[in-house]
């Protein structure tokens, strides 16, 4: 059995989101004793505060699924250079109530791919700035900008590029090793 389980959380609700084949492509590249499973944020309603003491079954899923978790990974497209708005509906409904977050102190690692040139920097750095203050401590380096060009997925959803597995694998490596130091 995996000792370690990692929620990853997909910020584009796309059939054939690019970012979700990077986070498919990505988990493979983990360790035996690491399992990673996609937590479904599709079904999550519009966040109300007023429905606090009372959060939807989809709400209480989702935060069952980060609790049960030691790390989360967020793979996210770059919506008008800042995060989707349903990763950020996610991040709000699991925040709450005050004082019940599910994300303190679950080690966070950030990839992101984007047709676009800057590869969704922009998008990733407001969501650090999420995750200090849900008190996430967010893998720094290496940084994971993807632009998504022609073959960066082999026939099986591999990364087809032998360069770029390297560095996902090394990306892969030092997120393992950060969860090994701050996980619970
Ligand atoms: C509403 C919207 C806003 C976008 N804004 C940006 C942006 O600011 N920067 C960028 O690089 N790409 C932007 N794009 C293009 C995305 O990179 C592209 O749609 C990508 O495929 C989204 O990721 P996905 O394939 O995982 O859904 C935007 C796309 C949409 C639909």
Known sequence: MSQYKIAVVVGSLRRDSFNRQLANAVIKLGPPEFSFQEVQISDLPLYNQ???????PSVIRLKSE???SQGVIF???EYNRSIPGVLKNA???ASRPYGQSAW????AGVLGASVG????GLAQQHLRNILAYLDMPALGQPEVFIQVKEGLFGASGEIANADKKAFLQGWMDRYVAWVK???K
């Open 181 to 183: 130091r701050h996980g």
């Open 117 to 120: 040139t800057g590869g969704t």
């Open 91 to 93: 991040l709000d409904h």
């Open 66 to 68: 980060i609790a049960a």
């Open 104 to 107: 303190a102190g679950k080690p």
């Open 75 to 77: 793979v996210t497209p």
């Open 50 to 56: 007023d429905d606090d003491a009372q959060q939807a």
